[in-house]
């Protein structure tokens, strides 16, 4: 909450391809000096166009290649006329590498969000006063992040099967049975809980600062990120009084198949709206 947040710099490095409706390229961009990948794609046509930038959720690093996780929000979105930075993240495809707190905590991840959506607004083909963010699965919870962080940056949110918005839940329920040293090494540094630190870590203690409609997606068999997360965050939402709708998807589970086509239609009508396009 404290940074002065300064995305720049975004740089194409190569054409990816085109389509009828849209040109896809890979890029990087600075995040408060750490060099950030991703991939942007131009509609067809002069603009100003409308802009989203997409948070992909958890893949391995060592695995993960650029613009990884979201391809069907990319192609639907930019097909509508939005222009679309999937931003990588740092220690992801070709940015400059992360720590390991900074990927452990996730913060790091939200700065990179938000100097994606400054970098974005820069371009002379983007409408800067209509922008908005989409999140999925650990996406989620770094939109969440990044709208407490910086309120009024973006005009609208989407979340899709996202985390929870208490940091403890997210630790206990992903770290410590897949990466337990790493869980360790947060008790060694910060205390175990309930140290103050982990309510801090957790963007519900800061949902009064929200100023954005957010539409969260979540499906009813989600056996990955469990539905009564974005239950408690909506109600948690409501009650800091942000405009918020939770849409739930009988028999959807994490990744969105059947329901896929309801929902990002439903993403485009809300954007659209809040966005004024």
């Not at 957010?214 to 009813?220: D, F, K, M, N, S």
């Not at 068999?221 to 009988?250: H, K, N």
Request: with cysteine; net charge neutral; aromatic share 10%.
């Amino acid at each position: 909450m404290r940074t002065d947040f300064d995305g720049r710099g975004l740089r194409i490095l190569r054409t990816e391809y085109a389509t009828d409706a849209y040109t896809r390229y890979a890029v990087t961009y600075r995040s408060n000096g750490t060099l950030v990948s991703g991939v942007l794609l131009r509609p067809k046509g002069r603009g100003p166009f409308p802009a989203v930038v997409l948070n992909h959720g958890y893949i391995e690093p060592s695995i993960y290649v650029t613009g990884q996780g979201m391809a069907r929000e990319q192609d639907w979105l930019a097909r509508a006329g939005f222009v679309v930075l999937h931003t990588d993240y740092r220690g992801h495809a070709a940015g400059d590498p992360a720590t390991d707190l900074e990927r452990e905590l996730r913060l790091a991840y939200a700065q990179d969000s938000i100097n994606a959506v400054l970098a974005l607004e820069k371009l002379p083909y983007v409408d800067d006063d209509k922008t908005a963010m989409v999140g999925r699965s650990m996406g989620g919870g770094v939109t969440l992040n990044a709208l407490v962080a910086a309120p009024g940056l973006v005009d609208a949110a989407v979340i899709y099967a996202s985390v929870s918005s208490r940091y403890l839940d997210n630790l206990r329920h992903f770290t410590e049975p897949n990466r337990p040293e790493a869980v360790t090494a947060l008790y060694d540094r910060f205390g175990r809980p309930p140290q103050p630190v982990y309510r801090q870590l957790s963007s519900r203690t800061y949902f009064d600062r929200i100023t954005e409609p957010v539409l969260i997606h979540h499906g009813e068999v989600d056996g990955t990120c469990p539905p009564v997360w974005s239950r408690t965050t909506q109600r948690l939402l409501e009650r800091a009084d942000v405009d918020s709708t939770l849409v739930e998807y009988a028999g959807e589970d994490h990744t969105f198949y059947a329901r896929w086509q309801d929902s990002i239609v439903r993403t485009v009508k809300f954007l659209r709206a809040e966005l004024g396009v």
